[in-house]
T-cell receptor
Framework: NAGVTQTPKFRVLKTGQSMTLLCAQDMNHEYMYWYRQDPGMGLRLIHYSVGEGTTAKGEVPDGYNVSRLKKQNFLLGLESAAPSQTSVYFC????????????FGDGTRLSIL | AQSVAQPEDQVNVAEGNPLTVKCTYSVSGNPYLFWYVQYPNRGLQFLLKYITGDNLVKGSYGFEAEFNKSQTSFHLKKPSALVSDSALYFCAVRDIRNFNKFYFGSGTKLNVKP
């Protein structure tokens, strides 16, 4: 009954450091997404994937990279963290067929000092 | 371009009173609309969706939403609010030209007071 699992839940980085956020889903969903949530701005799409081995840019992709080597996992990387990337990051997944809702993880709270 | 707007940052209601959280949309073609709820330190949870058919859509936890094509609105409603309904609510539209993308509103914080 796990659904979408994000690790880690919290992280503090220094400017210039790198890190990878992991998202895992056990629902056999084709589509996976990474969003960032900032106060008063709703959710903004960073990158998404429609299947294993494919990724695409969303609204705010700069400074981030992603990989989808396995269907169940979607990784978000920050190569050189900046304070502007302080945010709450959410992963979501959905079926590729039909108009299905997204299922969300509980988020990763990331602070860049 | 697809977009949704939630004109109210915050809505305050008393427990037992009806509640409405507003959402308007701008889309090309027929809209696919969603409502999600977010509790503190949690991810978004799906409440309901409109694809086609009846303008009144029923969802989880007693919530419903009314689709109004002429007013391009999709307001979330509940006849009798509970304190436990206090949360952040998001309206979203799915891009019909690109099913991969959802566009979210900025969110409305619902406060239900005892």
């Amino acid at each position: 009954n796990a659904g979408v699992t994000q690790t880690p839940k919290f992280r503090v980085l220094k400017t210039g450091q790198s890190m990878t956020l992991l998202c895992a889903q056990d629902m056999n969903h084709e589509y996976m997404y990474w969003y960032r949530q900032d106060p008063g701005m709703g959710l903004r799409l960073i990158h998404y994937s429609v299947g294993e081995g494919t990724t695409a840019k969303g609204e705010v992709p700069d400074g981030y990279n992603v990989s989808r080597l396995k269907k169940q996992n979607f990784l978000l990387g920050l190569e050189s963290a900046a304070p502007s990337q302080t945010s709450v990051y959410f992963c979501a997944s959905s079926h590729g067929q039909g108009v299905q809702p997204q299922h969300f993880g509980d988020g990763t709270r990331l602070s860049i000092l | 371009a697809q977009s949704v707007a939630q004109p109210e940052d915050q809505v305050n209601v008393a427990e037992g009173n009806p509640l409405t959280v507003k959402c308007t949309y701008s889309v090309s073609g027929n809209p696919y609309l969603f409502w999600y709820v977010q509790y503190p330190n949690r991810g978004l949870q799906f409440l309901l969706k409109y694809i086609t058919g009846d303008n009144l859509v029923k969802g989880s936890y007693g919530f419903e939403a009314e689709f109004n094509k002429s007013q391009t609105s999709f307001h979330l409603k509940k006849p009798s609010a509970l304190v436990s309904d206090s949360a952040l609510y998001f309206c979203a539209v799915r891009d019909i030209r690109n099913f991969n993308k959802f566009y979210f509103g900025s969110g409305t914080k619902l406060n239900v007071k005892p």
